[in-house]
């Protein structure tokens, strides 16, 4: 667990300890389908920053496409207030 570690003309002693990585977190989402977009609402306020929604919302439509769903997304557009998002596909499906 002891390790010598070269930092420029400097040689620094580390040790190596275990420590635990905060656990992910599960949520519930309400969908409606239709044609080109889906409604999305009931998001949770997450502690993440809303860019960070909209990508995990956009990664995870898109790859639901391998399920029979889901497709290249166009645009996902967020309502961090009302706990709500749109996410609209290129193609309908």
């Given at each position: 667990?002891?390790?010598?570690?070269?930092?420029?003309?400097?040689?620094?002693?580390?040790?190596?300890?275990?420590?635990?990585?905060?656990?992910?977190?599960?949520?519930?989402?309400?969908?409606?389908?239709s044609g080109k977009k889906i409604n999305v609402s009931e998001i949770p306020e997450l502690p993440i920053p809303e860019d960070w929604v909209r990508d995990k919302l956009e990664l995870h439509f898109y790859k639901i496409e391998q399920a029979g769903g889901g497709g290249e997304i166009e645009d996902v557009t967020f309502n961090k207030g009302s706990g709500t998002a749109v996410i609209t596909f290129l193609k309908p499906g």
């Open positions: 667990s002891k390790h010598c570690v070269n930092l420029d003309d400097r040689t620094a002693n580390v040790t190596v300890k275990p420590f635990e990585l905060d656990m992910g977190f599960q949520f519930e989402l309400h969908v409606t389908v």
